[in-house]
């Protein structure tokens, strides 16, 4: 195998790779756990931070 055909297939690879994850970010079944996961830095903490 020569450099043209190893890109080649690294390209293929990268761009089914690249599919997978835009496929599992936009799925429905993780939408409510991305939207818990967006609005975890807005929530308070239930217990005082102590501070030395």
Known sequence: M???VIGSI???V???LFIG???WAYHRGNRK?????AQL????EDHET???
Do not use: S, Y
């Open 2 to 4: 020569d450099a043209g």
């Open 10 to 12: 690294v390209t293929v």
């Open 14 to 16: 990268l761009f089914v």
């Open 21 to 23: 994850i835009v496929w």
């Open 33 to 37: 756990r991305f939207e818990e996961a």
């Open 41 to 44: 830095p807005f929530q308070e």
């Open 50 to 52: 102590r501070r030395p």
